[in-house]
């Protein structure tokens, strides 16, 4: 069941956030239930389920989770607003993972036997450090960027010139290395790339002398280590037990 379990996390991560342009996003929040791309959306992630699993004997429990996928994705849709939207984002994601654990849970007893075909696959180590090093690339991106959202971010760092999306592959690549120095165990390079990030960004800080673009560094910074460290913790105690 665990293996199943990692299977399904990993097809959500795929579908909602590497298989789903910004376009159809907004596509969706403007026509909402009558936006195709709510069923194109839904129908990737059925597909992905088929291919990842690799069983047709799973048709049911797929079918299942794919019905609860666009129940869920349907509700955020009608529901949320401008003022909302942030929390919505955070339900519906919890929504899903709740979902997919329950209805994995269910159909225990049905799957079992398939435990062996499963296993000749992806052990649930390597899926593990999959979903774990996965999560913290485009899907930490998306969830930062949902945070930020409160904050016109763009208005404080107008007239900076800087490389297209620059600060976003910095911050999956410093994400990247944070988690592998924990799951390594080394603490010590952690604390250098924190050093070395404050070092580099020292300059910026002092020639713009403005406290707003410096809070969003910050916060941006704390919470971006703080999800690597967060992510590599889990995943050197939830090892053992996968």
């Known amino acids: 069941m665990i ?102 849970y269910l159909f225990k007893d049905n799957l079992e036997h398939n435990d062996i075909i499963l296993n000749f696959t992806l052990s649930t180590h390597a899926l593990l450090f999959i979903i774990c090093f996965g999560f913290l690339t485009m899907p930490t991106s998306i969830i930062m960027k949902i945070i930020f959202s409160k904050w016109n971010i763009s208005k404080l760092t107008k007239g900076n010139n800087s490389l297209e999306d620059a600060g976003q592959y910095i911050g999956i690549l410093e994400r990247v290395l944070v988690f592998i120095f924990i799951i390594v165990g080394h603490w010590e390079a952690v604390g250098f790339l924190i050093t070395a990030k404050s070092v580099f960004r020292f300059g910026d800080l002092t020639s713009t002398k403005e406290r707003k673009l410096t809070e969003y560094i910050l916060i941006g910074t704390l919470i971006s280590f703080g999800i690597a460290i967060i992510i590599g913790l889990m995943y050197l105690n939830l090892k053992p037990y996968v």
């Open 3 to 104: 293996l199943l379990f990692l299977k399904l996390i990993l097809t959500h991560l795929v579908g909602d956030f590497f298989l789903q342009p910004q376009k159809w996003v907004k596509d969706k929040e403007k026509k909402k239930l009558k936006s195709i791309w709510l069923y194109i959306h839904v129908t990737i992630h059925i597909v992905l389920m088929f291919l990842i699993i690799w069983d047709l004997s799973y048709t049911l429990l797929i079918l299942f989770i794919g019905i609860a996928h666009l129940i869920i994705d349907a509700l955020k849709l009608l529901m949320q607003n401008k003022k909302t939207k942030r929390l919505y984002f955070f339900i519906d994601q919890a929504l899903h993972v709740l979902s997919i654990l329950v209805l994995s």
